[in-house]
Structures are given as structure tokens and as C-alpha cells.
């Protein structure tokens, strides 16, 4: 189990820009980020391989969200770009260090305290 922690949050005007950022206190395999706006269900927002990098994007955010990491600080980063006022929520990084099913949501099991997100139009 590795500890997570987010940071880069905060308040944005939409078509406006985000970074956020996740430490993990160790080692893991694919790592990614999560949403849950108040009254809707946790979304998956980008997740990241552990091996080539590979990626995966959800429909709502394709082309407007980057997600990368750095390995040698256990860091994963989401840029936000074109914010939107539905993109509103709360952001949670979550790390998957026990298989290599990196598109399995139920892979991730250590999560972050997450982060708020909140565009205004």
C-alpha cells in the first residue's frame, strides 16, 4: 500500500488551465485520476501505464486533459486545459501496485484524500 498525496486544485475561469500533482510514498505500476462532482458517481478521468507510458482518456475530457508521470518521483501530473464548467469536482489520484490490468478500475486500490476542482463560467 503507497500513501498519495494531491495538490493544484482550486478555482479556474472556464477555457482556463490546471495542473495537478500526486506524490506516492513508493513504488507502483499504473497510477491514474478519478472524479466525483456532488450527486454523480466517481468518473474515470486518465490513467497511465507503468511500462511504455500508454494512456487512457475519458470521453468527456479526450483532447483537452494530459496525463503523464514521472517514475523516478513517484509523481503523476493531469494538465487540464479548456477547463469546463462541468469539470468541476473533486480529483482523486489513485495508484494501482499490485497487477498489470492498468484499465480495471478495481485495480486501483490506494487513493488520495482528493483535491477540488471548480470552474466558473
Known amino acids: 500500500q503507497v500513501q498519495l498525496g494531491e495538490s493544484g486544485g482550486g478555482l479556474v475561469q472556464a477555457g482556463g488551465s490546471l495542473r495537478l500533482s500526486c506524490a506516492a510514498s513508493?513504488?507502483?505500476?499504473?497510477m491514474g485520476w478519478f472524479r466525483r462532482a456532488p450527486g454523480e458517481a466517481r468518473e474515470l478521468v486518465a490513467v497511465?501505464?507503468?511500462?511504455?507510458?500508454?494512456?487512457y482518456y475519458g470521453d468527456s475530457v479526450k483532447g483537452r486533459f494530459t496525463i503523464s508521470r514521472d517514475n523516478a518521483k513517484n509523481t503523476v501530473y493531469l494538465q487540464m486545459d479548456t477547463l469546463k464548467p462541468e469539470d468541476s469536482a473533486v480529483y482523486y489520484c489513485?495508484?494501482?501496485?499490485?497487477?498489470?490490468?492498468?484499465?480495471?478500475?478495481?485495480?486501483?486500490?490506494?487513493w488520495g484524500q482528493g483535491t477540488q476542482v471548480t470552474v466558473s463560467s
Open positions: 497511465i501505464s507503468s511500462v511504455g507510458g500508454a494512456t
Open positions: 489513485a495508484a494501482n501496485s499490485r497487477n498489470q490490468f492498468w484499465l480495471i478500475e478495481d485495480s486501483y486500490t490506494d
Open positions: 513508493g513504488r507502483t505500476l499504473s
